[in-house]
């Protein structure tokens, strides 16, 4: 008799607690931190703008883009914003660019658009570090122009002392912050391709 008291009083006390846990509101998700482009998306920007015919490596030169130099070394920042704007509709992937108008609406007070371009820059940088070490011709940095090696030279104070190429790769000698004297690897092979295609005969 006792037992079975203590059996009834058990699947009583089970009965409870389990309409008590149903009962209890279920915990509500952790937040996640919001999907951003990967690395792998602005590869795909990259190679997908290399890919285009006519491409052309060097953009460093174009006069567009030096007019925008022209007006920062005036400091005429509202008229390299404006001329910025047009130019990164023709050439996305400009790091250099991006980052020089990420600088400049911060000090016209545009932190949205500021945080933008800022995004686009470290969404190159990440693009291009996240193809290898650099340390090595074999685990080079793929880059699909000149003007790449020297955003990521810049971004992370490297000074340039020499540089060489060899075979697909450049191989830039630099000197860290920290005084010590390292070799960067490149892998240019694009750039090398474009080049040579803009300079072979035209096929009849």
């Not at 008291?5 to 058990?10: C, D, H, I, M, P």
């Not at 008590?20 to 190679?47: G, I, N, W």
């Not at 016209?108 to 193809?131: E, K, V, W």
Request: glycine fraction near 4%; charge should be negative; aromatic fraction near 10%.
């Amino acid at each position: 008799m006792k037992t079975a008291s203590l059996a009834a009083l058990l699947v009583l006390t089970l009965t409870l607690a389990s309409l008590s846990h149903a009962q209890e509101p279920k915990a509500a998700a952790a937040p996640k931190v919001p999907a951003f482009p990967t690395a792998d998306d602005y590869t795909a920007l990259r190679m997908a703008f290399a890919a285009q015919p006519g491409f052309n490596p060097f953009w460093n030169m174009d006069t567009e883009r030096s007019a925008i130099f022209t007006a920062i070394r005036s400091k005429d920042f509202p008229k390299a914003i404006a001329l910025a704007r047009p130019w990164l509709e023709k050439v996305p992937v400009d790091a250099e660019v991006h980052y020089l108008c990420g600088h400049f609406l911060k000090k016209t007070g545009d932190i949205p658009g500021s945080m933008q371009h800022f995004h686009c820059f470290y969404g190159l940088m990440r693009s291009i570090t996240s193809t290898g070490d650099g340390k090595t011709a074999k685990t080079a940095w793929k880059v699909i122009s000149v003007s790449e090696e020297y955003a990521l030279l810049n971004e992370i104070d490297a000074e340039l002392i020499d540089q060489s190429l060899i075979d697909n790769c450049d191989k830039m000698h630099v000197k860290l912050p920290d005084g010590t004297e390292t070799d960067f690897y490149f892998d240019v092979s694009i750039s090398l391709g474009a080049t040579a295609s803009q300079f072979a005969p035209d096929k009849k």
